[in-house]
């Protein structure tokens, strides 16, 4: 990734230019709460081109060394961009070998720094972050925009999600929920996002983190309910409509 | 600082360095002592035959009256010497450096492999940097100890005089780490500005403070950097880094040469043996010790250092960093109440320091049969005559 600064000429010549203008294959929402033990956190596995689904197999979250788990929303190309500079993040953690290792808050904020400052060159990772760990016992959730702005939260969404989810997790989370009970709650944000976000997928998968480790599931479908009655005759009150 | 008198036997010189050439010739004292001179001397009288041996001379050759020559036929063919060479001050003869305390007299021999750090002698060794690690002793001392939860860095201040302030030798780096210096102040100072610079930019970009392991890794990697350019010469500086990180407290020592030592308790700079002597003993019980007394056992190796001067806040600092504890450095009344409130007798350890650490307070002065372990004062027995100097 050239600077643009090293090329201005380019940089005043629209079709010249190297920068992120818009995105092209972009995943939806990633829904993800604190729990008991740590952080469930659910993202379907669609790649969007524009209005066609393109891509169904698309994972959304990673795990990040030891202590975290990465969801993205956005820019697909840009999101793999991001897990290359982890890689690399995490390896140098991991080769001074002696007993520090990077945690969910140090990631957090290295991925707000990244961020904020391909936003200021105005070329910025077309991303929406969610970033959530536990390391020694504390857990830890927040989430980066593209443009940098960086919070941390009980339970945090990505696009869609930030309408139709929270709404739902600020009535209905509490602290120390179980996994069950996780997962439920997960799962209801996630069937109405499927109903109401056009670019969603019916494939998604759901993973935890907590002490121990990442585990992230096998992808399934959620069940759906289409018999309403309104949808029986949907042309009664509109003759020559279909 | 007087120089020591030129009657000492060259022999003992010898026995006291920590160099070892018993490999290269045989039992006799003289003979090792003999190959060092004519080494060098034959630099001087035979410069086409760089470095080769002439003769070994006689057992019975007097060693004094061989240098002297050597040293009056160094001062003929080289004229432009520089006369304010590095051994100036401590010297007792030309060819090498001898420090003047006894407890840390070590004997250093200039030689043509010295002149700069990218120069191997035929030894393996790197004398520039030998040499900066000697800068290091030259300091006046600090000492650092740890326990499982905390830091203390002390360190004894000398003013030039009376007129001038004391030199600064204990830096905060940050929260959670401070390190005390010993050796050339300036570079001390320098590298704590890298050190805080380094530990913010930690934080800048982690939101977490800079593991000290990590810190003084890459302090050894910036020293080793100058052991290995033509155009840099070694830090002169000792650092006793102190700090505090996930896996607990932990005190480093960073040398000129970048290497770097985790310690228990380290002390450095002059009259540093005294006080490792002192912590040697004590060492084990520090892990589990609680924070005062840490600070107590920081002070008594300082009065160690001090050989029978007064101990007062004025000429000592007092750093300490801890869990929940910001690193700090203790303010002069509170270190000056710690000092009284302690009653520092003399313990076991043979008289070196004629007084019993002349301290203020309790005048219970114990004799040192009956003084042996107490380390706390005791009530001013009466019947016991005090200790007759």
Known sequence: MESNQSKPGLLCNPEGSQRTLYPYVTGTSVVALKYKDGILMAADMGGSYGSTLRYKSVERMK?????????????????QELLHYLDELILYDNMWDDGNSLGPKEVHNYLTRVMYNRRNKFDPLWNSLVLGGVKKGQKYLGMV??????????HVATGFGNHLARPILRDEWHENLTFEEGVKLLEKCMRVLLYRDRSAVNKLQISKITEEGVTISQPYSLKTFWGFSAFENPTLGAEGSW | MTPISPHKPAHLCLLQSSLSYSHLAPSNP??????????????RLEPMRKGKRKKKPSPGSSQRERESQSHLLEQKENPNKNPHSFTERERHCDFCLERETKNDAVKMFRNQYDTDVTTWSPAGRLFQ?????????????????????????????????????????????????GVAIAGLTADGRVLSRYMRSEAINYNYTYESPLPVGRLVVQLADKAQVCTQRSWKRPYGVGLLVGGLDESGAHLYYNCPSGNYFEYQAFAIGSRSQAAKTYLERRFENFTGSTREDLIKDALIATRETLQGEKLRSSICTIAVVGVGEPFHILDQDTVQKLIDAFEIVQDEAP???????????????????????????????????????
């Open chain 2, 129 to 177: 940097v030998e040499y900066a690690m000697e800068a290091v002793k030259q300091g006046s001392a600090a000492i650092g100890l740890r326990s499982k939860t905390h830091v203390v860095l002390a360190c004894v201040n000398k003013a030039n005089s009376e007129l001038s302030s004391h030199q600064k030798k204990i830096f905060k780096v940050d929260d959670h780490i």
């Open chain 2, 30 to 43: 003289f003979l090792i002592l003999a190959y060092d001179k004519i080494a060098v001397a034959s630099h």
């Open chain 2, 351 to 389: 008289a070196a320091e004629p007084d019993a650490g002349a301290e203020p307070a309790a005048a219970a002065e114990e004799g040192e049969g009956s003084g042996a372990g107490a380390d706390q004062a005791a009530v001013p027995e009466p019947d016991v005559a005090p200790m007759d100097i």
């Open chain 1, 63 to 79: 795990p990040i060394g030891k202590h975290s788990l990465l969801g993205a929303s956005g820019e697909i190309s840009d999101f």
């Open chain 1, 145 to 154: 925009s593209m443009i940098g702005v960086n919070f941390e939260d009980n």
